[in-house]
């Protein structure tokens, strides 16, 4: 990955951490706190593993499947995405999503 890339890709996680403190959620980067592979990019909506992708060309499959298997089971994967000048879509499960909206949290 090159440098624009690591930049954009830490300006989109960024901007997911300030979206989430505006809806009162703790939203962090996630490798300033535990770095590594696996680890989330965006921390504090709890029982959520949050991928974030900030580019214009999404491939839907590669991001949630990586979501997927960082999240091993242990939280819900969620992929949030956005082109510029387009709002941040998230993509997960459709199971999770009628769950959530039912009530039942996330998983």
Do not use: C
Not at 6 to 14: F, L
Not at 65 to 92: E, I, N
């Amino acid at each position: 990955m090159g440098k624009m890339s690591r930049d954009k890709g830490k300006v989109g996680e960024r901007e997911v951490a300030a979206l989430l403190r505006e809806f009162g959620f703790e939203g962090r980067r996630g490798v300033q706190y535990r770095g590594g592979s696996g680890s989330a990019d965006v921390e504090g909506l709890p029982g959520f593993h949050i991928e974030v992708k900030r580019v214009e060309k999404f491939n839907l499959d590669a991001a949630y499947a990586q979501a997927v298997t960082d999240a091993d089971g242990k939280a819900t994967p969620v992929v949030f995405h956005r082109k510029s000048d387009k709002p941040w879509a998230v993509v997960m499960d459709a199971k999770h999503f009628l769950n959530l909206v039912r009530g039942g949290g996330g998983r």
